[in-house]
């Protein structure tokens, strides 16, 4: 990639960052009111440990919370924010057509946004999150091992351009279909019950789970909390990392492909 090329880009995330900083207080009053499901699941969980009388597969009711907190702060800092609504209008209004006039690549385009966005998004989002971690500081226990917080990120960033391909290539069906809504819905109750969201997925059977791990819906989020919370160690880890690795690289070569796909039948349809 030439020196042209990276300020091309370089250029195009300024932009998306000045842009998207327009909307930070909607982002900050989003951030703060998705905070409320959190006081549903403090009192949810504490009545289910009360009930019990003990852990539940290696949790106890701090741990729980402690898992909770990362969910939020991990969902905030890797999950698109309406990049899939901006891709499909690009392609519905024909916007599409000033950008395959450039000598630039969609994807690299719409990434740079991507990441022009996720940076106002945790800048804006980081203090409320904060605030919610201070006031649960109890429940935090800081891991000892460096090398936790390296694989940790990394598993984060994964997740974070997992996530990313799944959307381009979900929004790449506005080539074929005027509105993607429901597709989008579709997915993203996948994502959110079998991400990690709702719960923590190693509190299901191992049956299902050995069937979880084979999805990507496991790594968009899950992964980097368990693998920072010591719950994925040693092979564990190692498998993990892989399978990600994976999903990573089939996610890509999808994006590329849809949009081959998407853009031959732009073009043969007079678009």
Not at 68 to 97: C, F, H, K, M
Not at 101 to 128: D, E, N, Q
Not at 173 to 200: D, K, N
Request: net charge neutral; charged share 10%; glycine share 8%.
């Amino acid at each position: 990639m030439t020196r042209a090329t990276i300020d091309k880009y370089i250029s195009v995330f300024n932009i998306g960052l000045q842009n998207t900083f327009v909307y930070r207080w909607n982002y900050f009053l989003r951030a703060l009111f998705g905070l409320i499901p959190l006081a549903g699941t403090v009192f949810l969980w504490s009545a289910v440990f009360k009930e019990r009388g003990g852990g539940l597969h290696g949790y106890d009711y701090s741990s729980m919370i402690y898992y909770y907190l990362l969910a939020i702060l991990v969902s905030n800092l890797v999950t698109p924010t309406e990049d899939e609504w901006q891709i499909a209008a690009d392609i519905r209004e024909g916007q599409i057509n000033a950008l395959l006039t450039k000598p630039m690549s969609y994807l690299a385009y719409r990434f740079s946004i991507f990441c022009s966005g996720r940076l106002v998004y945790t800048f804006v989002t980081l203090p409320p999150i904060a605030l919610i971690f201070i006031y649960f500081r109890d429940y935090i226990v800081l891991p000892h091992d460096p090398l936790i917080y390296l694989f940790a990120t990394l598993s984060m960033l994964m997740s974070a351009l997992i996530q990313f391909f799944i959307t381009y290539s979900l929004a790449m069906m506005a080539f074929w279909i005027l509105e993607i809504s429901t597709i989008v819905f579709i997915v993203y109750s996948f994502e959110y019950f079998l991400g990690g969201q709702m719960f923590p997925i190693d509190i299901m059977p191992n049956a299902v789970q050995a069937v979880m791990k084979w999805l990507p819906f496991y790594y968009e989020l899950f992964c980097p909390i368990a693998i920072f919370l010591g719950r994925l160690s040693g092979a564990q880890l190692v498998q993990a990392l892989g399978i990600q690795m994976g999903w990573l690289l089939l996610t890509w070569a999808a994006a590329r492909f849809m949009w081959k796909r998407g853009l031959g039948h732009y073009q043969a349809v007079g678009g």
